[in-house]
T-cell receptor, first 115, second 113 residues
Framework: QQQVKQSPQSLIVQKGGISIINCAYE??????FPWYQQFPGKGPALLIA?????SEKKEGRFTISFNKSAKQFSLHIMDSQPGDSATYFCAASSRYGGSQGNLIFGKGTKLSVKP | DVKVTQSSRYLVKRTGEKVFLECVQDMDHENMFWYRQDPGLGLRLIYFSYDVKMKEKGDIPEGYSVSREKKERFSLILESASTNQTSMYLC????????????FGDGTRLSIL
């Protein structure tokens, strides 16, 4: 119940295309859903996050879509650029229950954007 | 900007050695975390700490211990290193447990020979 399932494992997109990464969870207590971006040789960095009171959040070319009833959320990267090539992790946590505030990470998606 | 600094980028040790990985954060964060990252397995939590001298086991604590003597510093200890502990180790910190973002260091790539 603590898992976050992320797909696909890897993704190749042409420059200018849309990249879509999906995540699913089981624990209905989760109420914070961040996405992290990791470049080679660097630690993950927070990209964008959403809470379940909204169904969509957009920051520039990055959008999170959230479907509470389906317990799914996804990251869309519009007009994908070679500089977006990185590994992306979804995560989830709950503010309740002490250590439930720990982030549960998906296994990551390696995105390659071809010029 | 939050800075999480890991003392070594690359480390090579021998089987059976006691290994120390150090992490320092400069934002007075309450929580600190140690993860290991392996291809296809994502980020797995080893230990975390929510206060000085406090520690909690994560998902894969076996073979590891931690120390948090000061708020800004969190050390990961491999008591007797084994080859299956070859991995990328990531340290992170966060303000508290109220769904605050975690800030990561750039990792230590540890090889056990």
């Amino acid at each position: 119940q603590q898992q976050v399932k992320q797909s696909p494992q890897s993704l190749i997109v042409q420059k200018g295309g849309i990249s879509i990464i999906n995540c699913a969870y089981e624990n209905t207590a989760f109420d914070y859903f961040p996405w992290y971006q990791q470049f080679p040789g660097k630690g993950p960095a927070l990209l964008i996050a959403i809470r379940p009171d909204v169904s969509e959040k957009k920051e520039g070319r990055f959008t999170i879509s959230f479907n509470k009833s389906a317990k799914q959320f996804s990251l869309h990267i519009m007009d994908s650029q070679p500089g977006d090539s990185a590994t992306y992790f979804c995560a989830a946590s709950s503010r309740y229950g002490g250590s439930q505030g720990n982030l549960i990470f998906g296994k990551g998606t390696k995105l390659s954007v071809k010029p | 900007d939050v800075k999480v600094t890991q003392s070594s980028r690359y480390l090579v040790k021998r089987t059976g050695e006691k290994v120390f990985l150090e992490c320092v954060q400069d934002m007075d964060h309450e929580n600190m975390f140690w993860y290991r990252q392996d291809p296809g397995l994502g980020l797995r939590l080893i230990y975390f700490s929510y206060d000085v001298k406090m520690k909690e086991k994560g998902d894969i604590p076996e073979g590891y211990s931690v120390s948090r003597e000061k708020k800004e510093r969190f050390s990961l200890i491999l008591e007797s290193a084994s080859t299956n502990q070859t991995s990328m180790y990531l340290c992170a910190s966060s303000r508290d447990f109220s769904n605050q973002p975690q800030h990561f260091g750039d990792g230590t790539r540890l090889s056990i020979l």
